[in-house]
Each structure stands twice: as C-alpha cells, then as structure tokens.
C-alpha cells in the first residue's frame, strides 16, 4: 500500500509501555486542555489514573500510542483509537499533543502517521472522531484532512455553566490517501 | 518564477483560493484560516520545489508569507555554500 510505518518527518510513534505512565499522568494533569476530549476531568492521584488507564486499556481503547520527537526521542503526545466495532469495520480516535507542540504541524503529522497504521493494519471502512464546538483548531484540521461531519450531539456536555456540542466526524479510506498517496 | 510566485502557487493549490494580495503580507493561519495540515502540505510541497529540508521547530515559527519566503531565501543560500 505504502511505505509509511510508525515513523515520518520528525515523529516516531511508540506502543504505550509503563515507562510513559508519569508522562501520560502529567499531560492529564493539563485540565486546560485534556477537557477538549476527555470526560473525566479530575484525576487527581497517580493510582487514581493507574486504575483509569488499566480500566481503559482493557475495556475500550484499542492501540494507545506515545508520539516521540524523534530529536532527542522525548515522549510529547498521545494518539489513541477506542471503540472498534469489527463488525461495522469503524473505529473512534483522539490525539493530545503538549502545548510547547501545538503550534506548528506535529498534530497533523502524528494524525497521519496513526490513521495511515490504523488503516493499514485493520479492515475499517471509517475512522471517527468527536470534537466539541470549542476545540475550533481541531475541527479544521479534521477537515482539511478529509473527515467529513455526519452528526451533532446537541448541548452534549456540560462544563463550567454551559452545555456544548459535540461534532461526529468520519474519515473514509479513500479521502485519506486522495492526498496523502501524493506525497509518500 | 520567482519564489514568491512558486510560494503563492503552491499556497493556492493546497488551500484551493485564489489569493489577491501580496503573498509577503499574508497571515498564513489569520488571512487564510491555513489548518496545521495544511500548512504540513505547503511544507511538504515547499521542500520538493527548492529541494530543501524544513524543520518540525522553524514551522512554527512562520506566520506569514514573508517569513516563509525569507526562510526559502535563506536555506538556498545556505545550501549554495
């Protein structure tokens, strides 16, 4: 299909270990950005999160990963894909990536370099991914990488006095490689 | 063509707008709403024109047109040496 593994442009991504549990603690300690996907907004304690993760890994997510700055090989993100339904072939996905990181391209890479896997190495026909109206960085970059809107969860959470919307993208097979087969 | 109109053109056809101003004042992200993908494809298409290598680090750091160009300007001038 193509030559794209776990690694492209500066990015590496990793299968989640043990070694990045205190990295994956302190990025959900980062409430002002973890409430853009996350429901469970208080984590406090580091067995706490052990629990949440183990619980987690064993009953819904699928292939959780580290994204590695291949530079100096520091963990500064996670990608993850939750909710496989192999008998519809779909799929649900999220990424964090740490602020320092955000304003260049690095969540596109790593959102290739993940779907790019996903789709290689599983039959799935779409991929989903949820975005609440205020995460506007994120809806366009679903966007332009080709997910498409099949729905709206209207006022679907509520946080700090206000209910918001929760979108549901989709990604096909197809739009992905439409562009992204031109350049790898 | 120069390298702004090469900049402009690979701009246009990633975004798919016609651009009517100077392509040194424009906003990436602010005048053309450019998403980080988008912005990872003018890279990606950037690097197979002038044959240059960009890095992860100096993407963020261009804002607009002209910081783009004055970066091209100055990789090709590095790589001349």
Redesign the interface.
């Known amino acids: 299909m193509n030559s794209l593994g776990l690694e492209w442009r500066s990015l590496r991504l990793i299968h989640y270990s043990k070694d990045y549990f205190e990295f994956l603690y302190d990025c959900y300690q980062d409430y002002n950005s973890i409430y853009l996907f996350c429901n469970q907004l208080e984590i406090k304690s580091k067995n706490e999160f052990w629990n949440f993760l183990t619980n987690k890994m064993e009953k819904s997510y699928n292939e959780y990963m580290i994204i590695i700055n291949k530079e100096n090989s520091r963990p500064i993100g996670f990608i993850y894909s939750y909710n496989y339904n192999t008998n519809n072939q779909t799929i649900y996905t999220a990424i964090y990536i740490i602020e320092k990181y955000r304003r260049g391209s690095i969540g596109a890479t790593a959102g290739i370099i993940f779907y790019n896997y996903m789709f290689k190495t599983k039959p799935i026909r779409k991929i989903y991914c949820t975005v609440y109206e205020y995460n506007k960085e994120s809806m366009n970059l679903l966007k332009t990488a080709g997910f498409k809107e099949e729905g709206i969860l209207k006022q679907h959470r509520y946080i700090n006095g206000n209910y918001y919307n929760m979108h549901i993208m989709s990604l096909k097979r197809e739009n992905l490689y439409k562009k992204l087969g031109k350049v790898i | 063509m120069n390298i702004n109109d090469k900049l402009k053109k690979i701009i246009e056809s990633t975004i798919e707008i016609k651009i009517e101003k100077n392509i040194e004042d424009i906003v990436l992200r602010k005048d053309l ?1 450019v ?7 003018i ?2 298409d950037i690097e197979k024109e002038f044959k240059i290598r960009i ?3 100096d ?2 750091k261009m804002y607009s047109g002209k910081d783009v160009i004055e970066y091209i300007k100055n990789k090709l001038s590095h790589s001349e040496t």
């Open positions: 709403q998403s980080s993908l988008e912005m990872l494809w890279i990606i890095e992860e680090e993407i963020s």
